[in-house]
T-cell receptor, first 113, second 117 residues
Framework: KAGVTQTPRYLIKTRGQQVTLSCSPI?????VSWYQQTPGQGLQFLFE???????NKGNFPGRFSGRQFSNSRSEMNVSTLELGDSALYLC????????????FGPGTRLTVT | AQKVTQAQTEISVVEKEDVTLDCVYE???????LFWYKQPPSGELVFLIR??????QNEISGRYSWNFQKSTSSFNFTITASQVVDSAVYFC??????????????FGTGTSLTVIP
C-alpha cells in the first residue's frame, strides 16, 4: 500500500502570497489531519477532516484553511503568508477520526521570504 | 501551562543501555488519549502507540515498553537495549475533547535521543 504523499515537498513563497499544499492519504483512510512544525513552537495541530467535513480545529488564525475531497485527498491553504508561517507542514491519515494510529507523510517544507 | 511536558530535551546513551523518556500530561477530561511518536533524522513522524485513559495496562512491544500511570499523569516510554537506529526525536502527545472545536491534540516539545555506538 502506498503511504501518505504530500506535494510539493518544498516551497518558497513571498510574504503576502497564498499557498496550497496537498495531501493524499493511504487508500481507504478517511481521516486527514494537518500539523505545523517549527523550531520555536514545535508540533501544533491545525485541523482534521473526516468524510469531507472539518471535525477538529486547532488554535490557528482564519488564514489557515483546508478542505477534503470525496476521494479523501485534502488540501491546506494559507493566505496572506507571514514570515512566521515558514514551517514543515505534516499531513497524517487514519481510518477513523481522532488520530487513531496515524500515518504521517514526509511533509512540505514551506519557506516564506 | 503546557498540556504535555517532556522535561528531557536531550538524552545520550551508549548502545545497549536502557533509556526512559518521560512524559507528563495535564487534563481535566476523564476520556483522553495519549500517544508517542518517533521522528528520525529523515523527518517523517512515525506513530508508536496510542493509549486511552481507561486502559492503564502497561504495554510492551519488542524493545519498547510504556508505563501509563494516571495517578501521576505520566506516560513514560522505555527503550530496552537501545540501538543506534533508535536515535531520533520522540514526541508525546495528548488528545482531549474540547467543546466547540472537537478533539484537540497537544504535543510535547520532544526528547532528542542519541544512541552512541
Amino acid at each position: 500500500k502506498a503511504g501518505v504523499t504530500q506535494t510539493p515537498r518544498y516551497l518558497i513563497k513571498t510574504r503576502g502570497q497564498q499557498v496550497t499544499l496537498s495531501c493524499s492519504p493511504i487508500s481507504g483512510h478517511r481521516s486527514v489531519s494537518w500539523y505545523q512544525q517549527t523550531p520555536g513552537q514545535g508540533l501544533q495541530f491545525l485541523f482534521e477532516y473526516f468524510s469531507e467535513t472539518q471535525r477538529n480545529k486547532g488554535n490557528f488564525p482564519g488564514r489557515f484553511s483546508g478542505r477534503q475531497f470525496s476521494n479523501s485527498r485534502s488540501e491546506m491553504n494559507v493566505s496572506t503568508l507571514e514570515l512566521g508561517d515558514s514551517a514543515l507542514y505534516l499531513c497524517a491519515s487514519s481510518l477513523g477520526r481522532g488520530m487513531a494510529g496515524q500515518y504521517f507523510g514526509p511533509g512540505t517544507r514551506l519557506t516564506v521570504t | 501551562a503546557q498540556k504535555v511536558t517532556q522535561a528531557q530535551t536531550e538524552i545520550s546513551v551508549v548502545e545497549k543501555e536502557d533509556v526512559t523518556l518521560d512524559c507528563v500530561y495535564e487534563t481535566r477530561d476523564t476520556t483522553y488519549y495519549l500517544f508517542w511518536y518517533k521522528q528520525p533524522p529523515s523527518g517523517e513522524l512515525v506513530f508508536l502507540i496510542r493509549r486511552n485513559s481507561f486502559d492503564e495496562q502497561n504495554e510492551i512491544s519488542g524493545r519498547y515498553s510504556w508505563n501509563f500511570q494516571k495517578s501521576t499523569s505520566s506516560f513514560n516510554f522505555t527503550i530496552t537495549a537501545s540501538q543506534v537506529v533508535d536515535s531520533a526525536v520522540y514526541f508525546c502527545a495528548l488528545s482531549e475533547e474540547e467543546r466547540g472545536t472537537g478533539n484537540q491534540f497537544y504535543f510535547g516539545t520532544g526528547t532528542s535521543l542519541t544512541v552512541i555506538p
